[in-house]
């Protein structure tokens, strides 16, 4: 698999979170390393430590931000017992190759993550796409994965590329599938909008609407937990380049923008996504169809 892939990329289960900040937090556990290095919960680091230098906000502390639960990506339902993951692992190897001891994970709602109104943090994993509006009010590196959007549907519906414009679909509120839906593929009947990823499932299962649109990955993720009850049955070449977030104006930008080609040169990127990553979606999203965009 290419550093920069094909495949999708998301989180399971945003939850309602509102739109301020939540104050809990958690770090890495602050251990060592067989080499004297510090650890980072169940994360295999790679690179050299300390090669290159980021000023954070907190001495000593890579402070993250992400919207919990989002397994796959965070592995725990609250930061203190998040110690694994593929965004947490990337996190890690950020602060090992910027010689930053901690991690601190810091739970915030999705909306307000994608418009800017967080402060104190350095940077954010939470496999976004980097788009012009985001642009406007946060700093992003060069990408590290591509992703693309799926559709989610109850396991007896027959749905098809044809048929999604007259079924009642439900979209994440400013997500890139919410412009996507509105603009472009444009159903019959306007999308229902949601601020969690838990509040679209639920009301799909209770049939008040008829299937998700959301990354690939994120409804495979859905898909393989609740089981039998719904699936995957197309996806869209619609989405963007996931890309590290930081605060606009951030002077980390081009330090991470470093760390992350260099992780893309090394192998870093695909490794972490096949230890952290891979096992948790139950399929391969390229063998998923490709359905037309109109």
Known sequence: MPAITSRAAGLLGVTALGLGLLTACGGSDGGTAADGSPSYGECKVSGAYGAHKLTTVESGVLTIQAALPAPGDYNGDTPQNVRSGY????????????????????????????????????????????????????????????????????????????????????????????????????????????????????????????????????????????????????????????????????ANTAGVNTIVGEMKADGTLDRVFKEQFQSFLGGDPDDLPEWPVS
């Open 87 to 250: 965004s947490y692992c990337l996190a890690a190897e950020i602060a090992h190759r910027a010689g930053i001891p901690r991690l601190e994970l810091t739970n915030v709602s999705f909306d307000a993550l994608v418009s800017g109104r967080t402060k104190d943090y350095d940077l954010t994993i939470y496999q976004l796409y980097r788009t012009p509006e985001r642009e406007k009010v946060a700093d992003f590196t060069d990408p590290y994965l591509n992703v693309k959007s799926g559709v989610l549907v109850r396991s007896d519906s027959t749905l098809d590329a044809t048929t999604i414009k007259d079924a009642r679909i439900g979209i994440l509120l400013g997500s890139v599938q919410d412009k996507f839906v509105s603009e472009q593929l444009k159903p019959a009947q306007q999308a229902k909008q949601y601020q969690s990823i838990n509040d679209m499932i639920t009301a799909l299962r209770a049939r008040q609407i008829d299937a998700v649109i959301l990354d690939t990955t994120l409804v495979m993720l859905n898909a393989r937990q609740i089981g039998d009850a719904v699936k995957v049955i197309g996806q869209y070449p619609v989405g963007g380049d996931a890309a590290i977030m930081l605060p606009k104006g951030s």
